[in-house]
């Protein structure tokens, strides 16, 4: 459960988001609406808008305070729940490492993946490690040999990171060599 959901059912007394959701709603509009209840499920979901922490605040006879700091540790909770995430999805992989000033940021995003990210398939991780760094270097060079340096939009190659495991890293330099 997320700090401002904590927060939300402590501040109303109550012990589920169902009966929080009908008590908030009642407490933000006189007359609830489908918005409001739009507005409530946001909110328990960890998703509240700036321009709802008055309001939010006076509704649950809060300080401002209170509800922004609730909404920054939410905040910072789903954004490594999202890291995460998208760790497990990407899975095993080599990160093109790059030094330069990103010019096209929309393009930068769009591209990200297929410039700098080298996708590794799974079963690698079930390899000793001795196995696993003779591949990464074998796809590094690759790489080097398919894509330009500088990377367009990305700039020059400076290195590349292998990531096994969310927790894990093992850095190579640009010919493949691992560094120490």
């Known amino acids: 459960m997320y700090p401002i959901n904590q927060l939300v059912l402590d501040s109303l007394a109550c012990s589920s988001k169902r009966s929080a959701r009908k008590i908030l709603a009642a407490k933000l509009s006189s007359n609830p609406t489908g ?42 909770i789903i954004r490594e729940e999202q890291r995460i995430a998208y760790a497990k999805w990407l899975g095993p992989h080599i990160f093109v490492n790059t030094r330069g000033k990103v010019t096209q940021i929309t393009f930068a995003a769009l591209l990200h993946n297929y410039f700098r990210i080298i996708r590794l398939d799974r079963s690698i991780i079930e390899q000793p490690m001795e196995t696993q760094l003779a591949v990464v270097k074998e796809k590094i060079l690759e790489a080097r040999k398919e894509k330009s340096d500088p990377l367009p939009i990305f700039g020059e190659i400076v290195g590349y990171i292998y990531r096994p495991a969310l927790d894990q890293s093992y850095s190579f330099d640009k010919k493949g060599e691992l560094v120490e």
């Not at 409530?40 to 605040?57: K, P």
């Not at 922004?68 to 905040?75: L, R």
Request: no cysteine; glycine share 2%; net charge negative.
């Open 35 to 76: 918005k409001t209840y739009n507005r409530v499920d946001d909110i328990l979901e960890g998703r509240v808008r700036v321009n709802m922490i008055d309001r939010l605040a006076k509704a649950l006879e809060l300080e401002p305070r209170i509800i922004s700091e609730a909404i920054a540790e939410t905040e910072a």
